[in-house]
């Protein structure tokens, strides 16, 4: 599976921007999908995840409430999509597909391969 992560920008305080990523590749495998992001200076952190079905997200304490992740139909495509946002936002975020970790979700990095290549986000005050 290959992952292209698009839709980052420079916004302001407040705005919504929603992030996709597009899988290609071995599609049929089923697979979990996450969303992480890192800041400059800083370790890659999770922010959101969802499982092959759809039917279980899980989000970091950061981002609930104001960002949702979801995934298409058919199932290759996950979008993420964040409201409210805020200058602390600001980073790289990748999306990731994890092939060990599919009916639920997981938070942890390592569950994860492959990686999209990142697509910057900046929020200004």
């Known amino acids: 599976v290959q992952l292209q992560a698009s839709g980052g920008g420079l916004v302001r305080t407040g705005d919504s921007l929603r992030l996709s990523c597009a899988a290609s590749g071995r599609t049929r495998d089923p697979y979990s999908m996450g969303w992480f992001r890192q800041a400059p200076g800083k370790e890659r952190e999770f922010v959101a995840a969802i499982n092959w079905a759809g039917s279980t997200t899980d989000y970091s304490d950061s981002v609930k409430g104001r960002f949702t992740i979801s995934r298409g139909n058919p199932k290759n495509t996950v979008y993420l999509q964040m409201n409210s946002l805020k200058p602390e936002d600001t980073a790289v975020y990748y999306c990731?597909?994890?092939?060990?970790?599919?009916?639920?979700?997981?938070?942890?990095?390592?569950?994860?391969?492959?990686w999209g290549q990142g697509t910057q986000v900046t929020v200004s005050s």
């Open positions: 990731a597909a994890s092939r060990s970790v599919v009916f639920v979700t997981s938070r942890d990095v390592i569950h994860y391969d492959p």
